[in-house]
């Protein structure tokens, strides 16, 4: 059968109209009359049904245009991972992220390069900040998704976003009635925090930030998943500060909120090994590069 056919069926079911499909298509009303017929006699089944007034899909021409679109749809990804390969673009990545990065932008980019290269073989690992530099160095990660990251050899990184501090508090507690936090309000409240020697910069940040206020936090408990500190606050061990994003985890037990002082901003940051299959590597960021544009521009 021929290709074109399809595509032309499917301009015609979707436009409802032989004009509109045919300009549409750049083509004149009758060769694409001619065509549509050619593939019922073909397939030995009426596809539409046409009258002076309108056009409308036959039971078997509805299931015959889902059919046709999944069949060109399939040949497109053919095409491109034939032609991806012929580039020489297949391989293993290995993605490494904190905890808190692994909602947003990085799952759309992920969804996107596995439409986009599906033949590319993807491994992904949580890590804290500090796994990750040390990961990259050795070689045993390709791209990681962190909060600090120092200058080497073979690496280069940029900034993947800018977030902000929000405080999480139990949902009783008296202070998550109010929208905004003052800083010197947690004067008093017991810690729940990421542990400094596994990411002293993103530590150093939230310690920094308190004591700007005169708030020295009393730390009680230590974890270092942000999911495991979100679960510790519900459970009322403590409060905590975190950044923005972690706010997705929507976990009940607890509120988010913003503070009313100017919050320091907690990058988050896209680092990547230069010494490795440039073609894989290029295909990756170039897919970020394309998802952050297109949330920067949806504002």
Not at 49 to 75: N, Y
Not at 260 to 267: C, Y
Request: some cysteine; overall charge neutral.
């Amino acid at each position: 059968m021929d290709i074109r056919k399809l595509r032309y069926f499917i301009a015609v079911a979707e436009e409802l109209h032989f004009n509109r499909a045919a300009e549409k298509l750049n083509m004149t009303q009758p060769p694409l009359s001619q065509q549509i017929q050619a593939l019922e006699k073909e397939l030995g089944v009426k596809l539409l049904e046409r009258s002076k007034r309108q056009v409308r899909l036959t039971p078997a021409g509805a299931v015959f245009l889902e059919e046709a679109k999944t069949i060109l749809a399939q040949l497109e990804r053919s095409i491109k991972t034939t032609q991806l390969a012929g580039r020489g673009i297949s391989g293993h990545l290995v993605i490494a992220f904190v905890d808190s990065a692994a909602g947003g932008l990085m799952i759309d980019i992920l969804k996107g390069f596995r439409e986009h290269f599906p033949q590319i073989q993807l491994t992904l690992r949580e890590m804290t900040s500090a796994q990750q530099e040390q990961a990259l160095l050795d070689g045993s990660v390709h791209v990681g998704f962190l909060r600090a990251i120092e200058p080497a050899k073979h690496l280069a990184y940029r900034t993947f976003a800018i977030e902000s501090l929000f405080a999480v508090l139990p949902e009783q507690h008296p202070l998550a009635r109010q929208p905004l936090l003052s800083v010197s309000s947690l004067e008093c409240e017991p810690f729940v925090l990421f542990p400094r020697h596994l990411g002293v910069g993103f530590h150093r940040l939230i310690m920094e930030f308190c004591s700007q206020h005169g708030v020295y936090p009393n730390v009680v408990q230590e974890a270092i998943q942000m999911y495991t500190i979100v679960n510790l606050v519900a459970a009322n061990l403590g409060v905590s500060i975190v950044p923005s994003s972690v706010a997705e985890f929507r976990r009940s037990g607890v509120v988010f909120r913003p503070f009313k002082e100017s919050a320091p901003p907690v990058p988050l940051y896209a680092a990547w090994r230069t010494d490795m299959d440039k073609a894989v590597l290029s295909a990756f960021l170039e897919t970020m590069e394309a998802v952050c544009s297109a949330a920067m521009a949806r504002g």
